[in-house]
């Protein structure tokens, strides 16, 4: 597998409050010299704490922050995450994300059928749009007249279904989870995780999945990383991680993290 995602040296430092007005400026670091490979086609799963630096990773690699400190490359080609939007919409047709909460993440006043097609208009892809959307709602398990209805006519389950249709509509290349699955039912979680598994087999997506469910990881992802105060602490392939850890805090984070058998669930 080819290399798609590259990041060296990368950090990012957030100003503090200082005790004193006239006193040096203070940092709190939430990432420290990372380095990280994106196979891809491979399915990565971050792990740690909260507050270990994992969101602040993806952040940075979408372009969504800057670094203080860093590179990024996305298919061989630098990723300035100070361009203007416009100069990013290179990035943003290759990438999509879903995020925790599937209701604080759609807007309540626009249809589905606009939430799902926004990338689309927003990014300036060419061909039927509405046709478009009615294929990826059949695509995430939804009817196509669904539409035409607005968020709160949804259930959770159905909500993130919607999260991820609007994720996946321009045919990103990468898409992210930052904790999606963490505010569903175990029965909705094992059916969105099985969802995830059938479009990244059939779409061949790369997958960049943050995760505190380490029964997640271990049944979706091939690759695995761990983080520790801002710092990635461990990583390599998922059974050798999850099974083998090489590093005592990595042993700590799996023996307090109750494991949620995924297990296998119809459609909600």
């Given at each position: 597998?080819?290399?798609?995602?590259?990041?060296?040296?990368?950090?990012?430092?957030?100003?503090?409050?200082?005790?004193?007005?006239?006193?040096?400026?203070?940092?709190?670091?939430?990432?420290?010299?990372?380095?990280?490979?994106?196979?891809?086609?491979?399915?990565?799963?971050?792990?740690?704490?909260?507050?270990?630096?994992?969101?602040?990773?993806?952040?940075?690699?979408?372009?969504?922050?800057?670094?203080?400190?860093?590179?990024?490359?996305?298919?061989?080609?630098?990723?300035?995450?100070?361009?203007?939007?416009?100069?990013?919409?290179?990035?943003?047709?290759?990438?999509?994300?879903?995020?925790?909460?599937?209701?604080?993440?759609?807007?309540?006043?626009?249809?589905?059928?606009?939430?799902?097609?926004?990338?689309?208009?927003?990014?300036?892809?060419?061909?039927?749009?509405?046709?478009?959307?009615?294929?990826?709602?059949?695509?995430?398990?939804?009817?196509?007249?669904?539409?035409?209805?607005?968020?709160h006519e949804?259930?959770?389950?159905?909500?993130?279904?919607?999260?991820?249709?609007?994720?996946?509509?321009?045919?990103?290349?990468?898409?992210?989870?930052?904790?999606?699955?963490?505010?569903?039912?175990?029965?909705?979680?094992?059916?969105?995780?099985?969802?995830?598994?059938?479009?990244?087999?059939?779409?061949?997506?790369?997958?960049?999945?943050?995760?505190?469910?380490?029964?997640?990881?271990q049944n979706?992802?091939?690759?695995?990383?761990?983080?520790?105060?801002?710092?990635?602490?461990?990583?390599?392939?998922?059974?050798?991680?999850?099974?083998?850890?090489?590093?005592?805090?990595?042993?700590r984070l799996?023996?307090?993290?109750?494991?949620?058998?995924?297990?296998?669930?119809?459609?909600?």
């Amino acid at each position: 597998m080819t290399t798609l995602i590259r990041a060296r040296g990368l950090t990012r430092r957030y100003p503090a409050p200082t005790a004193r007005l006239f006193g040096p400026r203070a940092f709190t670091t939430g990432l420290e010299d990372a380095d990280i490979d994106v196979r891809e086609g491979s399915a990565v799963g971050i792990i740690g704490e909260s507050g270990s630096g994992k969101s602040t990773l993806v952040r940075l690699l979408l372009a969504l922050d800057a670094p203080t400190a860093g590179t990024i490359e996305f298919d061989g080609r630098p990723v300035d995450a100070g361009a203007s939007a416009r100069s990013l919409h290179w990035l943003r047709r290759q990438t999509g994300i879903v995020f925790q909460d599937p209701y604080a993440s759609l807007d309540p006043r626009m249809s589905v059928g606009r939430i799902v097609g926004e990338p689309l208009w927003a990014l300036g892809i060419e061909g039927d749009r509405r046709a478009r959307v009615r294929e990826v709602l059949e695509d995430v398990g939804l009817e196509p007249d669904m539409a035409e209805r607005f968020p709160h006519e949804f259930s959770g389950g159905q909500r993130q279904r919607i999260a991820l249709a609007r994720a996946i509509a321009h045919r990103p290349r990468v898409l992210v989870g930052d904790e999606p699955l963490s505010a569903l039912d175990v029965t909705v979680r094992a059916q969105i995780l099985e969802l995830l598994g059938e479009l990244r087999a059939r779409d061949g997506l790369t997958l960049l999945l943050v995760s505190h469910d380490i029964g997640v990881v271990q049944n979706l992802c091939d690759e695995v990383i761990v983080m520790k105060d801002g710092r990635i602490v461990e990583e390599g392939p998922t059974e050798k991680v999850l099974l083998q850890p090489q590093v005592s805090y990595t042993r700590r984070l799996l023996a307090s993290i109750p494991v949620i058998d995924p297990g296998v669930g119809g459609r909600s």
